[in-house]
């Protein structure tokens, strides 16, 4: 079966740094994408891993290790409007996506 | 602008009346995808399409039905609606199906079925 997890709730402190993790085990793997999804909104894209080791982009940065079926979001300098939900999202071989059910992150002022 | 559109935004039907929503892209983008998000489930894949007349069913299609005729719409038929389709549903689109695109979703339709 697919299976990803991630954890249902963090809370974290403005300014401060917050690690969100993912781990996935799906029939094969073509890539691991994080979305910010807001209350509300539309999921928004964030970042795509399909190698081993870290993207940065800005505050955000992402992390894979594919032999681990384990991912991690960073998020640094945290701000007020970080407050949101974190999906991570898997393709596996097939063109189909599954998703996490999704990070719920806090940030306290 | 690029967009993904989504209609209707809201909707609140009766067990069994057949139902559209439709869903437009205006990025000449190949690949198109429904999901549902519900509470504590999170966004599952129902139905996708890799490019004109091309439809695959995800891990949650069944009850649903789409269609693709052109490139830029991808509408999610619902034939006899049942509560438990009550949910968030959102349109999505992306380049192709290759790894590494991002994909862009439409503003969400919530659809409630008494």
């Known amino acids: 079966g697919q299976n990803i997890d991630q954890p249902t709730e963090m809370t974290a402190t403005e300014g401060a740094i917050v690690q969100i993790n993912c781990t996935y085990q799906t029939s094969g793997f073509n890539g691991l994408f994080w979305y910010q999804q807001h209350a509300g909104e539309a999921p928004t894209f964030l970042s795509y891993?399909?190698?081993?080791g870290l993207e940065e982009k800005g505050r955000f940065s992402s992390f894979l290790s594919r032999s681990k079926g384990y991912s991690y979001l960073l998020l640094k300098e945290l701000q007020m409007k970080d407050s949101a939900s974190y999906l991570c999202?898997?393709?596996?071989?097939?063109?189909?996506?599954?998703f996490g059910k999704g990070t719920r992150l806090h940030i306290l002022p | 602008e690029a967009q993904v559109t989504q209609n209707p935004r809201y909707l609140i039907t009766v067990t069994g009346k057949k139902l559209t929503v439709t869903c437009s892209q205006n990025?000449?983008?190949?690949?198109m995808s429904w999901y549902r998000q519900d509470p504590g489930l999170g966004l599952r894949q129902i139905y996708y399409?890799?490019?004109?007349?091309?439809?695959d069913k995800g891990d949650v299609p069944e009850g649903y039905k789409v269609s693709r005729k052109e490139k830029r719409n991808f509408p999610l038929i619902l034939e006899s609606p049942s509560p438990n389709q009550t949910s968030l549903y959102f349109c999505?689109?992306?380049?192709?199906?290759?790894?590494?695109?991002?994909?862009?979703f439409g503003p969400g339709t919530r659809l409630t079925v008494t």
């Open positions: 891993n399909v190698l081993d």
């Open positions: 999202a898997v393709r596996p071989f097939d063109d189909k996506i599954i």
């Open positions: 999505a689109s992306s380049l192709t199906s290759g790894s590494g695109y991002e994909q862009y």
């Open positions: 399409s890799m490019n004109v007349e091309v439809t």
């Open positions: 990025m000449n983008h190949e690949y």
